[in-house]
C-alpha cells in the first residue's frame, strides 16, 4: 500500500507542469492455479504482482507510466518524466484525500483461497472422472483451476482515496476426443467473483462435466455446416458473446468519442435495433464474473441501460473520453493491472429476457441454424462487421434440431443483426469470458436468453442449406 | 533478488536443481489523434519466474517482488507445492554447450530524441490527412520497446539474450458515401534509421484505397492465392501443432507422422533462430542452444519441437523450444520461421495462376481455428485476380478450409518472401477448390 504523503506528493508533482487532473494507482495481485490434466496434478503455478500507475491528463491528452519499483525514488522519477510531456505552469494542487468506503457487492466467504490445495485437487478430480467415464472416445481431460486476488487502492488529485479488493476464480472443464483421425475438443469455464459455494452448490458441476464430454464425443459425427444466408437461433449465455463483440465495443466511449464507432452520439435516442431488444451493461450484479464494487478510477460501478426496445440509451464513459464526449464517467473504467492505463470496458453485458419460450423460438424456425454455443470471434467497432465461430450447432428443420454441424461462422454487422433479431426468449443465462481491447485482458460476462435473427451469413464448407 | 541467493538458500533446504530467469523491460509509446500527442505511456518493470525440481516434480513461481525478503516465503510455497504436484521427471539442462553470439541490440534506437519521434508520428498524420479527402479518421502510433532475459541454472549454465524495436503503425478510416472501410499499416525493424515515411504513407494510402468499392462474388470453390502476410499466419497455427508435448498426450493432429508426407512436396519449413536478424535467439527457456532446423522437408515431417522433457521421452536430443507457459515450461516455436520461397516472381506468379481471389486478411485465425483437428471457417478479405492481375476488393466472404489439408494442397509457392510482423517469413501459396462463401 502507499502511504497518503507520498500520494500527494507525486500527485501535485504531477500537476506541476499544467496537468488538470492526476491519479495514482496501486496494485497487489496474487493469483494460483492448478492444472490438473488426464488425471494428475501436472501443474501448481503462482505469481505476485505488485506496481503502481501512474496517469496525468490535461483537456483531451493523457500520459501514462508504471513501475514494480515502489520505492518513492522510483516514484518522483516516473511522474517527473511523465510530466514532461507537459510544460505550462501549474494549474492546480491536489485536494486533502477523503476516505471513500466501498460497499461489497460479493460474498467473501468460503474464498478459493481458503480452500485447501487438496479440496481443489478433489473436484478437479472428481470432474475428470466424470468426463472419462462418459465415453471410451475421451481421450484426454484437462480440469483446472484459475484463481486471483487483488487489492488495489486509487489516489486522485480531487481528494479522492479508496481502497478495494476482488477475487475471480475459474473452472476449466475440457475433454478432448478422438476416433480414427477425427479430433475434437469441447469446454466450459464457469467463473465466479464469489465465493467457492459457487461451484459447489450454486451450478451442478456433474451435469456441467457430463455436457461437455456428451459434446466433445457428438462432435466427432458432426458434418461440414452448409453456408450462406439463414436464420439463425442463437442459445442462451454464451450467446450473448454476439452482442458484446457486435454491439457492445461500439458502445464504449473509447470508440464513439473519436467518432470510430457505428452508434455515434447523434444517434442516441433513435432507433439501433429491433423493438425486442433492451440491453444492459450490469457491473453490479452478485458474484457474476464481470462485477466489481467499483471500477479502476474508483467509481461505483453501474447498471448501465444501453439499449430500451430498441432504442440507443446510453454508452459506458470513462474519465479521460468523457471528456471529448463532455458525458460523466458512469463506473465503466477497467484495466487487466497496473500496466495498462484504464479505459472504458464492459463488464456484465447482455441483452435482457423477452417474451418467447426457447420452444417457441426453435418451433416457429423451419430451416435455420442453431447456434447452441459460440466460439471466439474479433470485431471492427468502426464498421461493426463481426465474425464468430459455432463451437456447438446444429441445423433446424421443420421446428425440429436435427443433425450437428461443424466449422460454422457467423458473418455481418452489428446493426444489422441487433435490427434483425424477431424473437427473444424468456431463459437469460450468463457465461464467463476474458475480453481483450486496450487497457488488456479484463474479465467480464456475456448473457442473453435464446433470441433469433431472421438472417445471418453462415460460413461453412458444407454447401448450400437444404 | 539474485539467482545466487536463491540457490543458495535452495541448497540448504537440500534442494539442488534449480532455475532462474530475469525478464527486465522498458517501453514508451505515443499516439496521435487529430493533431494532438493524446497519449504517452513509459515503463519499467522486472519479473522474476524461478522454478525447483523437488523429488522430481518441477515447481514454478513468479514474482515481481524483487526484494530479498521475498525469497524465504517463494521457497516455502515451492515446497509446499509439490506435495501437491503428481508429475514427476522434470530436468534441468547440465551439458556445457556454446551459444552462438550476435549483438541484435541497437545501441543507436534510444539515442534518437524522443521528439524526433514524436515529429514524425505528426508528420505522418499530416501526410495521411493530405493523401485523400475520404481519410476521416487517422489515429498514429509509435512504440519502442528494450527488453532483456536472464538464464541461470544450479548447473552453471548462465545465457542472456537482449533486443530492442520500434514501431510505427497507423490506423486509418475511410468513408465515400454510406461505405466505411478501416485500414491498419505497420512498420517494425531497430534501426530508426531505416524508417521511411514517404514509403510508410505511401503503402498505407495505397492499400486504405484499394479496400473501397468491394464487390461479392458467387459462393463456391475458388482457386486461391494467400499473400504472404496470411501465409504466415497459417505457418505460425500449424507449426504450433508440432508441439511434441501434444503428440504424447494425443492432442496433435502429427501423432505417429514422423518421417512422413505430411504436406505438399513443394513445402519445406525450417526455423532459422541463429541468423543474425532482429529475431536472433540463442538459447531456449531450458538453457539448450537453439539451432537452425527443418521442420518439414519437401511434405516429409523431420521433427517435433522439443524441450528436454518431451526429448527424453521421444529418445532424441532437446531441440531447444522450450517455452515459459503459464505455471509451467511448455514448447513454444520460435521467431524466424520460413516457408521455403518457389521459382516465380510475384507477377509470373499471378500470370501463371491467372484467375481466382487473392486473399490478403483472415479474421481471427486465433480463436476460429478447431485447434484438435484444423478446421476453419473465417471472415477474410481479399481481391480478384483477373487475367493475372490484382482487380477489384472482396467484401463479407468467409473462407472454409483444414490448415493440414492446406499445406497438403499447395499447388505453388511464389519467389516474393515477405518479412512478417509475428517473424515469420512468407510467399504467395496457391490451392484450388478452396470454399468461399459470400
Not at chain 2, 539467482?3 to 533446504?13: P, S
Not at chain 2, 466505411?180 to 531497430?190: G, Q, R
Not at chain 2, 528436454?308 to 524466424?336: D, P, R
Amino acid at each position: 500500500m502507499i502511504n497518503k504523503q507520498l500520494a500527494k506528493l507525486i500527485l501535485n508533482e504531477g500537476l506541476s507542469t499544467g496537468a488538470d487532473f492526476s491519479e495514482l494507482y496501486f496494485e497487489e495481485t496474487y493469483t494460483h492455479s492448478i492444472n490438473f490434466d488426464n488425471g494428475i496434478v501436472e501443474s501448481i503455478g503462482s505469481n505476485n504482482s505488485t506496481g503502481v500507475g501512474i496517469r496525468l491528463l490535461k483537456n483531451n491528452r493523457s500520459v501514462y507510466g508504471y513501475t514494480n519499483e515502489i520505492d518513492k525514488e522510483n516514484l518522483l522519477k516516473l511522474v517527473k518524466k511523465l510530466r514532461s510531456a507537459f510544460s505550462s505552469k501549474r494549474k492546480i494542487k491536489c485536494k486533502d484525500f477523503k476516505d471513500k468506503k466501498v460497499t461489497n457487492i460479493n460474498e467473501n466467504d468460503e474464498s478459493y483461497f481458503l480452500t485447501p490445495i487438496n479440496k481443489r485437487i478433489e473436484i478437479l478430480d472428481k470432474l475428470t472422472k466424470i468426463i472419462k467415464k462418459e465415453s471410451k472416445l475421451i481421450n484426454r481431460t484437462v480440469c483446472a483451476f484459475a484463481g486471483d486476488k487483488k487489492s488495489i487502492e486509487i489516489f486522485n488529485s480531487e481528494g479522492l482515496h479508496i481502497k478495494d479488493k476482488k477475487e475471480h476464480t475459474r473452472l476449466i472443464i475440457q475433454a478432448f476426443s478422438v476416433k480414427g483421425d477425427k479430433h475434437e475438443m469441447a469446454l466450459n469455464v464457469p467463473g465466479t467473483t464469489g465465493s467457492m459455494n459457487y461451484f459447489t452448490k450454486k451450478i451442478n458441476l456433474e451435469k456441467i462435466a457430463k455436457d461437455v464430454a456428451k459434446d466433445a464425443v457428438e462432435a466427432l459425427n458432426a458434418k461440414d455446416c452448409p453456408s450462406g444466408k439463414m436464420p439463425v437461433v442463437i442459445g442462451n449465455g454464451v450467446g450473448g458473446v454476439l452482442f458484446h463483440e457486435a454491439c457492445g465495443h461500439s458502445l464504449e466511449a473509447c470508440a464513439v468519442s473519436k467518432n470510430l464507432s457505428t452508434f455515434t452520439p447523434n444517434r442516441l435516442n433513435t432507433k439501433i435495433a429491433s423493438s425486442l431488444v433492451t440491453a444492459y451493461d450490469d457491473g453490479t450484479i452478485k458474484g457474476r464474473w464481470g462485477t466489481n464494487n467499483i471500477d479502476d478510477e474508483g467509481n461505483k460501478t453501474t447498471r448501465n441501460c444501453l439499449i430500451k426496445n430498441g432504442i440507443l440509451k446510453n454508452y459506458m464513459v470513462d474519465r479521460f473520453y468523457g471528456r471529448r464526449m463532455k458525458r460523466d464517467a458512469n463506473g465503466s473504467c477497467r484495466r487487466q493491472s497496473y500496466k495498462f492505463e484504464p479505459t472504458t470496458r464492459m463488464s456484465n453485458t447482455y441483452i435482457d429476457n423477452g417474451k418467447s419460450t426457447p420452444e417457441e423460438i426453435i418451433k416457429s424456425t423451419k430451416l435455420g441454424l442453431y447456434a447452441k454455443r459460440l466460439g471466439g470471434g474479433s470485431v471492427n467497432p468502426i464498421t461493426g462487421q463481426f465474425e464468430f465461430s459455432c463451437s456447438t450447432a446444429y441445423i433446424i428443420r421443420n421446428g425440429k434440431i436435427c443433425e450437428r454441424v461443424k466449422g460454422a461462422t457467423l458473418i455481418g454487422t452489428g446493426e444489422e443483426i441487433l435490427k434483425n433479431i424477431d424473437m427473444v426468449g424468456n431463459d437469460l443465462d450468463m457465461d464467463t469470458g476474458y475480453c481483450g481491447s486496450a487497457s488488456g485482458w479484463v474479465p467480464v460476462a456475456t448473457g442473453q436468453p435464446t433470441l433469433r435473427v431472421k438472417e445471418i451469413t453462415v460460413g461453412g464448407s458444407g454447401g448450400k442449406i437444404q | 533478488m539474485n539467482a545466487k541467493t536463491f540457490f543458495l538458500k535452495l541448497k540448504k533446504k537440500k534442494i539442488n536443481d534449480a532455475e532462474y530467469r530475469c525478464i527486465t523491460s522498458s517501453a514508451f509509446s505515443l499516439e496521435v489523434f487529430k493533431g494532438e500527442l493524446n497519449n504517452y505511456t513509459t515503463h519499467t518493470t522486472s519479473l522474476i519466474t524461478v522454478d525447483a525440481i523437488i523429488d522430481g516434480k518441477l515447481v514454478m513461481s513468479t514474482t515481481e517482488n524483487l526484494s530479498n525478503e521475498s525469497i524465504d516465503k517463494l521457497i516455502e510455497d515451492l515446497i509446499e507445492t509439490s506435495k501437491y504436484t503428481h508429475k514427476k521427471g522434470a530436468l534441468i539442462y547440465k551439458k556445457k554447450s556454446k551459444y552462438e553470439q550476435y549483438e541484435h541490440f541497437n545501441n543507436k534506437l534510444g539515442t534518437y530524441p524522443i521528439k524526433k519521434k514524436i515529429d514524425t508520428i505528426f508528420e505522418i498524420e499530416k501526410r495521411l490527412k493530405k493523401a485523400d479527402k475520404r481519410f476521416t479518421e487517422i489515429q498514429v502510433g509509435y512504440d519502442e520497446k528494450e527488453v532483456s532475459h536472464e538464464y541461470q541454472n544450479t548447473s552453471g549454465i548462465k545465457t542472456t539474450n537482449k533486443y530492442n524495436y520500434y514501431v510505427f503503425s497507423a490506423e486509418i478510416v475511410i468513408k465515400e458515401n454510406d461505405e466505411t472501410k478501416v485500414h491498419n499499416e505497420m512498420f517494425i525493424n531497430n534501426d530508426f534509421a531505416k524508417f521511411n515515411i514517404d514509403e510508410f504513407v505511401k503503402e498505407a494510402t495505397k492499400h486504405a484505397l484499394k479496400k473501397l468499392h468491394p464487390v461479392q462474388l458467387k459462393s463456391k470453390k475458388y482457386n486461391v492465392i494467400f499473400a504472404p502476410e496470411v501465409t504466415a499466419e497459417l505457418l505460425s497455427s500449424y507449426v504450433s501443432q508440432l508441439n511434441a508435448e501434444l503428440v504424447l498426450k494425443n492432442s496433435s493432429w502429427f501423432k505417429n507422422k514422423l518421417n512422413k508426407n505430411v504436406a505438399s512436396p513443394l513445402v519445406t519449413i525450417f526455423e532459422s533462430p541463429l541468423k543474425h536478424t532482429i529475431d536472433f535467439v540463442n538459447s531456449d527457456d531450458q538453457g539448450v542452444p537453439t539451432q537452425n532446423i527443418d521442420l518439414i522437408k519437401n511434405g516429409k515431417l523431420k521433427t517435433y519441437l522439443h524441450n528436454l522433457e518431451t526429448a527424453k521421452a521421444f529418445k532424441v536430443q532437446s531441440n531447444g523450444h522450450a517455452s515459459l507457459t503459464g505455471s509451467k515450461i511448455g514448447i513454444g516455436a520460435h521467431a524466424a520461421l520460413f516457408l521455403k520461397p518457389g521459382k516465380l516472381r510475384r507477377r509470373d506468379f499471378f500470370n501463371k495462376i491467372k484467375n481466382g481471389i487473392y486473399i490478403n486478411h483472415l479474421e481471427g485465425l486465433h480463436a476460429g481455428m478447431n485447434a484438435q483437428n484444423g478446421n476453419f471457417s473465417l471472415k477474410c478479405e481479399g481481391m480478384i485476380l483477373e487475367n493475372g492481375k490484382i482487380t477489384k476488393p472482396l467484401d463479407m466472404m468467409t473462407i472454409s478450409d483444414n490448415l493440414f489439408n492446406i499445406f497438403k494442397n499447395v499447388k505453388d509457392i511464389s519467389k516474393n518472401v515477405e518479412y512478417i510482423k509475428s517473424d515469420v517469413f512468407a510467399p504467395c501459396i496457391y490451392l484450388n477448390n478452396v470454399s468461399i462463401s459470400f
